[in-house]
Antibody, heavy 120, light 109 residues
């Protein structure tokens, strides 16, 4: 069955970088895009963007350009989110989600989430 | 961007109740109708897809969940609420740059 498994929680100092991994299995990896969603503590869901698993081309939502990078390693069916120059406002859960058959932006299978905490 | 509003922001219910949550897309567009989805998020867990395309039940989701549309209003109905249904529910449009509603918390009365 489809599984999406993310890396564990991370505690980072301000100014550091973090990489979150998202391992997909149970289906042909290149058949479905991967989306990324942020959820600040106690807040709602915010779409960050997506990556085309065929071409590797990322698309970023407004507010997620510059310090945020989506990438892939298709050999291990894994997507990555890297965030550089972390600040306290980046403290949040980060989810990856596989696209659904309906559309690229319909989020059919979610990872369990990765908590990134930025604190000195 | 298309904005999604939800009502109510929270509601109190008991097991066995029928619960209705409404979502509206603005600006209204007939193209969005087939691209409204509903997600459930239990505390401390990842969201899961319940309903896609306004009214299609995602595989594995109990049939007490249903979605409908009337004009520009999208509705999620939970019939015979179960203990595991106390959670926050989000609508989302996936027609264009995706946007989520602010969420509706269903809590115990």
């Amino acid at each position: 069955q489809v599984q999406v498994v993310q890396s564990g929680s991370a505690l980072k100092m301000p100014g550091a970088s973090v990489r979150v991994s998202c391992k997909a299995s149970g289906y042909p990896f290149r058949d479905y895009a991967i989306n990324w969603v942020r959820q600040a503590p106690g807040q709602g869901l915010e779409w960050m963007g997506w990556i085309n698993t065929i071409t590797g081309v990322p698309t970023y939502a407004v507010g997620f350009t510059g310090r945020f990078v989506f990438s892939l390693d298709t050999s291990v069916t894994t997507a990555y989110l890297q965030i550089t120059n972390l600040g306290p406002a980046d403290t949040a859960f980060y989810f990856c989600a596989r696209a659904h058959d309906l559309s690229t932006y319909t989020l059919g299978n979610w990872g369990q989430g990765t908590l990134v905490t930025v604190s000195s | 961007d298309i904005q999604m509003t939800q009502s109510p922001s929270s509601l109190s219910a008991v097991v066995g109740d029928t619960v209705t949550i409404t979502c509206r897309a603005s600006p209204a567009s007939p193209d969005v109708i087939n691209y409204v989805n509903w997600y459930q998020q239990r505390p401390g867990k990842a969201p899961i897809l319940l309903i896609y395309g306004a009214s299609s039940l995602q595989s594995g989701v109990p049939s007490r969940f249903s979605g409908s549309v009337s004009g520009t209003d999208f509705t999620l109905t939970i019939s015979s609420l179960q203990p595991e249904d106390f959670a926050t529910y989000y609508c989302q449009q996936s027609y264009t740059t995706p946007t989520f509603g602010p969420g509706t918390e269903v809590n115990t009365k």
